[in-house]
């Protein structure tokens, strides 16, 4: 019994620790004798003293748990009646029996670490291939972005002399038709003079006219945009969260505000803006609702709602204009959520994201145009993301410099068969300058658009081995009940009932030393956050989404399984796991 | 709060009417007393008008009856005549009143005339005298031969009785509030009067407000607010420092000054308005008429003036006058003493398991875990939604496996759903409150189109409380308790989201007269089904949101929706409080905040004050974040478990506590002038609080505080819990605070019972050893109780308990048994000892103690308070005595 006292609940390593007649509280603070060891008295407030009772609230439990794993406990599940231990070592006052279960509990312990180790084996192959590959993706489209900054020099700098060129001729042109027509006018004037000039006059009025109508044609919501932006952008945001609670206040009370007065919609439009700017803003609260004229159900539904933040329409109409409200409530958080985001809420922003879009459909636009019309060609692949896994033995082999001359002695060559001569115009000459200059500017504007798309996407965290980087156009999806949820890594996540889509946030960051995806900022909920979503991540061999849970109110988690996190290291954690409960298994056998 | 969608006095009629009557505008006198029945009996009639040229309205004379219970207690009830050519009887709150009320009836054998002759004198208890005065008809109470009164009745000539009348031609009675009209068929039938409670300091009570502990005018010089109300309602984000009326209603008010505690009870469930009066509020010409007292204004819209005046003299005296008419708190199950965790909602059974095991992997203990409305299939309670909860009898086995209890809501609103066996049957018995036309009423609730059942009606109740056997309620399991929300009741589309007054109950009794108690018998009724479920030998726990006088006997209260903000973490103490002061000991307010999303600093701040609640709960909305312990950062988490595991370390004291409070009405935790009722710097105080007599707990209210002012009550050396630093008393203090604590400190001269050991929750703690902390006072001396019972069954009542004395004097520490001899059928033994005994302010040089009987010696050395890393030697510290519990011994220190 004393030999026990003596190593109850002690870890194995630390027994030598114990073993002097004077022993130490770990903390420092005193010291003790080893009768005060497990003696049910707590004398070292961190518990040294008391490792195998429940009298230190600090101290840990350990049992050894043969043939399964050992385990630490809180020394507040000592002797307290429930068995915690498999080995039944951590009640021993007898009051209650605990049965040894390590043997069953550690064979299928072992199992499932037997599997998950195949898993991570494999996974961890699938992980290096995915990380080779993604470098030297990487690699290559960096590669491609560096040639394509020095490409959109020169053709600036070509299309500028182009833009010269042409406007060049045009002058000349100009010059020419003006000459031409004074000369026509001359011989007009001499022959009808008079009559010539009546008619001149109606034509100009009809011109006026057209141009006048169509200028009030022009759509107001320019005007709008012109004066919001120059008003600065916290007046915008203002302006945007009104919309968004009058399409709350809509959520809230369409059953009855469509149908009764109009003051009940904006009272209620009040309130509703009252409880999400401050839930509880007491004492400026005067308004008075007008409730007259709703039915008895209505206005239960109402005060209802209140708790709820429910919508307090039928069950059915609730359904559909839910997803009416949805709708509206992405276009109009997606605004906010910039302006939130960016003090400048800049074109640019948007642009991005169209980009991010479209991306896939432009570039292979891009492709396309370039092989077929293309007014020079040279072996430039610009390869698309989907292709990137069979495409990398296809890496351009030319060397960047001769590449650029190639390029130079083309746009030499364009240049010099621009006469620059001005006398007389060149029909012939000026409509080969307009089309090479369209032609030009346009395929600039593409390579623009493609430097925009690749620097977007190399900008991005793909972890600290690249090991993410195949996210980066993928997008995983899990059916659940009614729903299917949408993760697009890097970009964003969403819930998708029937026709109406959620959006459950914004990519916003790799969490957790990259054991989890955050997305952020998505739609609001009602008297609740913005919708987020966690996505944990483990070790599978495939991508696979799972699990999407809504613990909190609007606040969500999932799981992806994904070979991008099945790590070596981990790996051999796992094996050394096992060694230990095969070795403690062996022991334990060798005991029995 | 939506203000509008509530009352206020100028749209209620008989509020107004009644708020603007003139002092000495009183038109009764009281003549012709006689005994009868022990009690007196006297008609009050019309004063004969002055003027005589207006006929007086020709009225039955109303009943005045007067009687006195023994210890100091004065009853006087006046009802309309039973003569009275109406038919229709006011309502008389039923099963409120102690049914051995009638046994403490002192038998009047006479009436003597004061010394002016008009009027009569009765014997209220040795030295107090009971005056009923004819005109102007008044009733006091006065001290042996001195003239003036201590609390008195129609002082002021406030009283009037708007008497029943049969409805003639051309009368309109109606009346209405926004979309709705109550029909009144009964027309106007208030009563209003006022009560002085002269020489008061303050005035407090009257439950439930979301105000200061001592009660501030409502009238009066340059006073404008609204009376305080006593409607129970569900009010929608309540704000704090607001007189409207809340979930509960109790009409006690407890007056106080440094010599006396009075107190005034009115019986009466309708809906009630009462004026504090500000001094000068009866001015003439700007001059105040030279009186020192606090009047109070007291307005009902029906039922019976039906009132007690308690004498006191000292604060629990007050109380236990109180608590003798209505009753004394029931003793709670040990485990409902602990920490339980709520939310709206816990989602399924997995997520009930992962909670569940979250606070055991943070080692944060807890005894109950709770299930909001969703839990259920479309909110028929009784039932369970079958996807998220298709095992709940072996969910609430797991838990139970772990010493823990499940509580699952059940509201008063039946879903009208013919397809619901409950609705069918109740519809068809005829068990719902019906509509001013006969038909059941139909209301709006959670489940949409909802019913309520008459809970007047003792049938119904019966009827009711069978639902809750094992086998009624289908997934259900004897560790399940109950939860009653909404009880007011709550009514989402009736008048002031409540049910309207001309609906009718049992005994066709209109629910004007019946509001404010319908939650009480909703809450009696379902713990009267738990208790049939246990065989009568299981203590139930229910906790309500309404309540009543006499709630105190049937289980806990908590103060409703609060939000997460520092003013609403504040005002829970005066609202608990006033509870407390009124009966209701047993409460708690919702800890985080109801509403909104709580700071980690205000969420802590919140648990370290929420420990000592008296019950003690998280509670957070569905729209809120979630904020169990454990998410707000590890840092964040300790200071949580630390804050619960003070509370579990305490759970014998409040036990003990709790026992207190269900023998003398006194409540478990107190305001600080109950316990020092002479000290005046404590009559304001609603920052601190006592818990029992030997602790004092100062909350902290503010953001970022870096320090905070304590005041500690005079004549009394206090140690602060943690460092074991001494204090003298009577001064305010400028402490340092940090995050770890709130300030809380042991008077000098008692002894606190702890268990210091954790467990996952209190079930596991029952034969765990005990720590004593002995506070010495200046003589070098203390005492403290424990108590302890099965912790669960009613087998207390034999006699099967434990009850300690602890007596530190001389150096010698005695525990000796506080049973009563009468009750001993049965015994309790109890193999638990005392570890450690903390013994602070001891100037002694002891090495060892000296245990008898046993004649064995134990060493003392120096240690600390708790047993926390970091700590350090405080206190002179016992160690292992391993006396027994159960038994009688000493411990000297040699």
Redesign the interface.
Known sequence: ADLSKESLGIHPEELKYYKSIKIKCKDGSKSFSKERLNDEFCDCPDGTDEPGTSACPESRFYCQNAGHVPVTLFSSRVNDGICDCCDGSDEYDGKVKCPNTCWEAGKAAREKLMKKIATYQDGVVVRKKDIEQAKLMIAKEEAELLKLRDEEKLLKDLVEKLKERKEQIEKAEEQERIAKEKEEEKLREAQKKANEKASEKGADEKEANEQEKKFEETPPTDFDDFVDGSSGSSDKHVVEEKSDSNNEAEEGGHSAGRNASPDITIEQEKDKTDNTIDKIDHKNEENTENIEGLSREELGRRVASRWTGENVGQQDKEATDNKEEEHEDFANTQDSGDNYEDEYPSDADEDTRKYDEDEIDDRNKYEDEDEEEGPYNHDIPYNSDTEDNTDISDFPTLSSSSWLDKIKETFQSVLKAIKLSNDPVDKSEASRVRKEYDDYSKKLSKIQSRISTLSEKLKQDFGPEKEFFSFYNQCFESKQNKYVYKVCPYKQASQVEGHSTTQLGRWDKFEESYKQMHFSNGDHCWNGPDRSLKVKLRCGLKNELADVNEPSRCEYVAVLSTPSVCLEERLQDLRNKLEAMNAARAQSHDEL | ?????FRNCNQTPFCKQSRSRKPGSCSFIASEPVIENGELVAKLIAKPLQNQEEEPEKLEPLILRISVYHGGILRFKIDESPDSPVTKKRFEVPDVLMKDLDEKKLWLQRISSPENGKGSVLYLSPGYEAVLQFDPFEIYIRKGNDPNAIISFNSNGLFNFEQLQNKREGDDWEERF??HTDSRPFGPQSISFDISFHKANNVYGIPEHATSLALAPTKGPGIESEPYRLFNLDV??Y?SESPFGLYGSIPVMISHNSERTTGFFWLNAAEMQIDVLGHGWNAIDGIAPQHEAIDTHWMAEAGVLDAFFFLGPTPKDVIGQYTKVTGTSAMPQYFATAYHQCRWNY?DEE?VAEVDAKFDEH?I?YDVLWLDIEHTDGKRYFTWDKLLFPNPTEMQNKLM???RHMVTIVDPHIKRDDGFALHKEAAKLGYYVKDYSGKDYD????P??SSYLDMLNPEIRSWWAEKFSLENYVGSTRSLYIWNDMNEPS???GPE?TMPRDAIHFGGAEHREVHNAYGYYFHMATAEGLLKRGGGNDRPFVLSRAFFPGSQRVGAIWTG?N?A?WDHLRVTIPMVLTLGLTGISFSGADVGGF???PEPELLVRWYQLGAYYPFFRGHA??????REPWLFGEKNTALIREAI?IRYALLPYYYTLFREASVSGVPVMRPLWIEFPADEATFNNDEAFMVGNSLLVQGIYTEGARSTIVYLPRGQTWYDMRSGDAYSGGKNYTLEVSMESIPSFQKGGTVIPRK?????SST?TM??PFSLVIALNSSMEAEGELYMDDGKSYDYEQGAYIHRHFVFSKGILTSSSMRSTKTSKKTLSSNSVI??VIVLGLSSSAKSALIEPAKHTTEVEPG?L???????AVGVTI??PNVRIDEDWAIKLV
Do not use: M, Y
């Open positions: 709060w939506k203000k509008e969608e926004r979309s929608f984000e704000i989602r997520d080692d203990p496996a772990k010493g209301g709006w609730c959670w949409g189109s009514v989402f589309n989201v929706d939000s903000d509403f909104g999303n909305h569905h729209d809120t974040r979630r595991h210091d050991r954790f467990r996952r596991q034969d765990d570890e450690r600390p708790t047993l926390r890393k970091g700590s350090s160690r292992k």
